[in-house]
C-alpha cells in the first residue's frame, strides 16, 4: 500500500528566509507525487506534481519541489518566505492506475516577521 | 483548472438527521470524488461517484451511511445520514481534470458540525 509521511506538524520561517516542508513516501514502482496548500476556513489548493522528468518541479506562488529517488523524498521549498505563505501543506501521492490521493498528515506552516 | 462550489458551506446539525451536500463542476468531468477531512487531521477518500452506476467506497466507509449520486458529468451530491458528533468534518468534493495522472482539485469544502 502506499503512504506518505509529514514528519514535521509544524514549521517556523522568519520572512525573507528559505523554507522546506519534509515529504517523504513509499509505493511499488514509479510514484505520482503532488503538494497542496490548505488556508483557513478553504479547500485544498494545487501546488504541484511530479509525474516524470527533472527531478527540480516548479509551481504556484514560487514554490517548487525536489524529487529525490533513492530518499524517497519530495521535500517542498521556497527560497523566500512571506507571511501570506502561512497555512497547512499536504504531500500526497497517486496510486499507479488508479484515481486515489493519498494524503500525508499535513505540515502547519508558520512564516512570521 | 476547475469551478467546484460546494453547498452548504457549513452548517450545524442534530444529532440523528441527515444532511445532503452538493458539489457542482463548470464543466464536464469524469471523476469526482469525496473526501472527509477529520478536526485537525489529513483526507481521507470516502468514495468515488461514479456517472451512471453506483459509487465505489473506500473501507470503513458504507452506502447507507454516506449515500452518493451522481445523475451527471457535472453534478453530485453526498448526505451523511443518522449523523453523529464523530461525523463533524470538513467534506470535500474532488474533480479530475485531463488525463491520468493529473491533479485533482477541490471544492471549497462543506464543514458540518453534529451536536
Known amino acids: 500500500a502506499q503512504s506518505v509521511a509529514q514528519p514535521e506538524d509544524q514549521v517556523n520561517v522568519a520572512e525573507g528566509n528559505p523554507l522546506t516542508v519534509k515529504c517523504t513516501y513509499s509505493?511499488?514502482?514509479?510514484?505520482?507525487l503532488f503538494w497542496y496548500v490548505q488556508y483557513p476556513n478553504r479547500g485544498l489548493q494545487f501546488l504541484l506534481k511530479?509525474?516524470?522528468?527533472?527531478?527540480l518541479v516548479k509551481g504556484s506562488y514560487g514554490f517548487e519541489a525536489e524529487f529525490n529517488k533513492s530518499q524517497t523524498s519530495f521535500h517542498l521549498k521556497k527560497p523566500s518566505a512571506l507571511v501570506s505563505d502561512s497555512a497547512l501543506y499536504f504531500c500526497a501521492v497517486r496510486d499507479r492506475g488508479g484515481n486515489k490521493l493519498t494524503f500525508g498528515t499535513g505540515t502547519q506552516l508558520k512564516v512570521e516577521l | 483548472s476547475a469551478v467546484i462550489s460546494q453547498k452548504p458551506s457549513r452548517d450545524i446539525c442534530q444529532r440523528g438527521t441527515s444532511l445532503t451536500i452538493q458539489c457542482q463542476v463548470d464543466?464536464?468531468?469524469?471523476?469526482m470524488f469525496w473526501y472527509r477531512q477529520q478536526p485537525g487531521q489529513s483526507l481521507t477518500l470516502i468514495a468515488t461517484?461514479?456517472?451512471?452506476?453506483?459509487?465505489?467506497?473506500e473501507s470503513g466507509f458504507v452506502i447507507d451511511k454516506f449515500p452518493i449520486s451522481r445523475p451527471n458529468l457535472t453534478f453530485s451530491t453526498l448526505t451523511v445520514s443518522n449523523m453523529s458528533p464523530e461525523d463533524s468534518s470538513i467534506y470535500l468534493c474532488s474533480v479530475g481534470l485531463g488525463t491520468y495522472p493529473g491533479e485533482l482539485f477541490f471544492g471549497e469544502g462543506s464543514r458540518l458540525t453534529v451536536l
Open positions: 509505493v511499488s514502482g514509479n510514484p505520482y
Open positions: 464543466s464536464q468531468v469524469t471523476m
Open positions: 461517484a461514479n456517472q451512471g452506476s453506483e459509487a465505489t467506497y
Open positions: 511530479y509525474i516524470t522528468g527533472d527531478n
